[in-house]
Each structure stands twice: as C-alpha cells, then as structure tokens.
T-cell receptor, first 111, second 119 residues
Framework: DQQVKQNSPSLSVQEGRISILNCDYT??????FLWYKKYPAEGPTFLIS?????DKNEDGRFTVFLNKSAKHLSLHIVPSQPGDSAVYFC??????????FGTGTSLTVIP | EAGVAQSPRYKIIEKRQSVAFWCNPI?????LYWYQQILGQGPKLLIQ????????DSQLPKDRFSAERLKGVDSTLKIQPAKLEDSAVYLC?????????????????FGDGTRLSIL
C-alpha cells in the first residue's frame, strides 16, 4: 500500500529553467511533509519541509507547495543548476508517527 | 555538527550468513531510525527508537532481524540468517524527537547507508 507516490521516475530540465517535482499522498492524516535530495552512494539529505497549516514554504531557490484538498505537494527549483541533478524523495507523516517515502524522481539538469 | 555515522559502507555475504550494521546518530538526537531501501524504491522504516526504547517495529521481520540501541546512543541492526531478498541499502537516521513532544515535526538526518549484497 503506497501511501506516498511520485509518479514521474525521471525529469530533465535545462539549466536556468524551473524544475517541478510532484508528489501525491493518500492518507488525510498526514500533516508534515518533507523533500529529500539524494546523490549516488550517499544518504538522503533533508532539503525543505512544510506543515499542513501552511500551503507554501520557501528556502532560497526551493519552494514547496501543499494542496491539501488534492493531497498533492510539489517542489519547485528556480533556477535549476547542474548540481541539482539528483534523486528527490518526498516523505510524509502524521505527527509522531512514521514517515512514508515516495519512490523518488531522478532530476537531470542539462547545462 | 557531525552527521550520522554508519559502518560498514559495503558488505557482501552469502545467504544464511549473519551480518550486523552499526550506527552513531547526531549528538543529542533522541530518535533513531533504521530504514531498508531496495533498489528503485523509497526507504521503508524497519524500526524506530526513542532514546533506548522501541517506538515502532511493526515492519521489522522479527524472525531474522533484530536491533538494539544501547544507552540511547549507538545502535546495531542484525540480520540472521540473511536471505537473497535482504539485498538493499540499510539507512540509519536520527532526529531531535518524535511522538507529540516539542520536536515532533523535525526532519530526519540520514547516514550514507550500508549497501548489503547477498550471494
């Protein structure tokens, strides 16, 4: 039972353009959402989070949007840089409970 | 601050052998997690500790997997005996807290993992 889904296994974007990574969830009890970035042979690195009381959180070039009614969140990277090429995982939890991860989206930023 | 440390980085064993992984969390982090990540999938929680007590081990295959967290700091995860389907990356993560306290919504910080191959 996949409670967090990332339906795009891969995404290619030109350097300088916007990257949009999407994530859907099924559990309406989820109230905390995170994005992680993962380089090969390394562990996931925390990128940005959002609580369900917000619909947007911004940190530099990274913005996460949350649409609770659609059970959908997205990560926007503007402008995209070659160093952003990595696998991005979204994760969700209901406060105090375990995190559920998506299967990841591999982003390639083309110079 | 120093990150989550894991060892070994790689391990190759034959099926039915045993193996152990070690994790040292970030200093001061009360909560420690072990995840299994199979190729092409997201990390799946195996067990969660709060200090040295188990919070959630519902997805740990207890007939072959065991974990402990001595003195609420370091942790070890053991597999005995290993099966072919245990081939995966085993990730350790830590966070400040969980479970309804002031640190409930805190991101987890991951180590680089141990890549286990079963022959």
């Amino acid at each position: 039972d996949q409670q967090v889904k990332q339906n795009s296994p891969s995404l290619s974007v030109q350097e300088g353009r916007i990257s949009i990574l999407n994530c859907d969830y099924t559990n309406s009890m989820f109230d905390y959402f995170l994005w992680y970035k993962k380089y090969p042979a390394e562990g996931p690195t925390f990128l940005i989070s959002i609580s369900s009381i917000k619909d947007k959180n911004e940190d530099g070039r990274f913005t996460v949007f949350l649409n609770k009614s659609a059970k959908h969140l997205s990560l926007h990277i503007v402008p995209s840089q070659p160093g952003d090429s990595a696998v991005y995982f979204c994760a969700a939890s209901a406060t105090g409970n375990q995190f559920y991860f998506g299967t990841g989206t591999s982003l390639t930023v083309i110079p | 601050e120093a990150g989550v440390a894991q060892s070994p980085r790689y391990k190759i064993i034959e099926k039915r052998q045993s193996v152990a992984f070690w994790c040292n969390p970030i200093s001061g982090h009360a909560t420690l997690y072990w995840y299994q990540q199979i190729l092409g999938q997201g990390p799946k929680l195996l067990i969660q500790f709060q200090n040295n007590g188990v919070v959630d081990d519902s997805q740990l295959p207890k007939d072959r997997f065991s974990a402990e967290r001595l003195k609420g700091v370091d942790s070890t995860l053991k597999i005995q005996p290993a099966k072919l389907e245990d081939s995966a990356v085993y990730l350790c993560a830590s966070s400040l807290g969980s479970g309804g306290d002031a640190y409930s919504n805190q991101p987890q910080h991951f180590g680089d993992g141990t890549r286990l191959s079963i022959l």
